[in-house]
């Protein structure tokens, strides 16, 4: 089955830096992977997803890239303020079975 | 208003006791998921029901039943659990087909005493 790795598992960045979260993928068929935030307390909800037709996407200062030849993709969050503070998970699915998580980056940023 | 309501909130529950755990959502999707939220493993899938039919079991032990009787509704039927299940339960929903965003609640925090 697929398998997602994800680096770093914490990270700390000063306000107004950006941040940089890698994952890769054991499963080449993968098409589809999103990334979800969770804050404390509250339940993942999905920020940006990327499908395996396209290398990038940008959303606001949200952006993910994808490689497909070497099976990683990443998360970067740029002028980072201190609402993103939250816990990171990507994941992908081939579209046969459910999306595999990575382990997930907690992401403090120090004002 | 998430969309994909879970109850209860929080439950504890002792190790002989029986106790279900329900999600529904009120977005027209026709998946539904249930995962176990832990330290050691952060999004761990247990069940996938599509349709109302179950396509996914993550070799999870029998004493978590799921029952889905519509695509709206899931449950999560807890026995003879054991410490180590305490966790955050979260129920998501999804439209048809895996490469759809998932739409989680807000969990269930289980403690097993």
């Known amino acids: 089955g697929e398998n997602v790795e994800q680096h770093p598992s914490t990270l700390s960045v000063q306000e107004g830096d950006s941040a940089v979260i890698k994952c890769t993928y054991s499963?080449?068929?993968?098409?589809?992977f999103p990334w979800y935030k969770q804050e404390l307390g509250k339940r993942p909800q999905l920020i940006i997803d990327?499908?395996?037709?396209?290398g990038e996407k940008k959303d606001q200062r949200i952006a993910v890239t994808l490689n497909k030849t070497a099976k990683h993709f990443s998360l970067h969050i740029t002028e980072t303020q201190p609402e993103d503070s939250a816990v990171y998970f990507c994941?992908?699915?081939?579209?046969?079975?459910?999306?595999?998580f990575g382990s997930g980056t907690r992401l403090q940023v120090q004002p | 208003e998430t969309g994909v309501t879970q109850t209860p909130r929080h439950l504890v529950m002792g190790m002989t006791n029986k106790k279900s755990l329900k999600c529904e959502q009120h977005l027209g999707h026709n998946a539904m998921y249930w995962y176990k939220q832990s330290a050691k493993k952060p999004l761990e899938l247990m069940f996938v029901?599509?349709?109302?039919?179950?396509?996914e079991n993550n070799s999870v032990p029998s004493r978590f039943s799921p029952e889905c009787p519509n695509s709206s509704h899931l449950f999560l039927h807890l026995h003879t659990l054991q410490p180590e299940d305490s966790a955050l339960y979260l129920c998501a929903s999804s439209q048809a087909g895996y490469n759809s965003p998932l739409h989680f609640g807000n969990g269930t925090r289980l403690t097993v005493t």
């Open positions: 029901y599509n349709f109302k039919e179950q396509t």
């Open positions: 499963d080449s068929a993968s098409n589809y």
């Open positions: 990327i499908r395996s037709n396209v």
């Open positions: 994941a992908a699915s081939t579209g046969r079975r459910a999306l595999t």
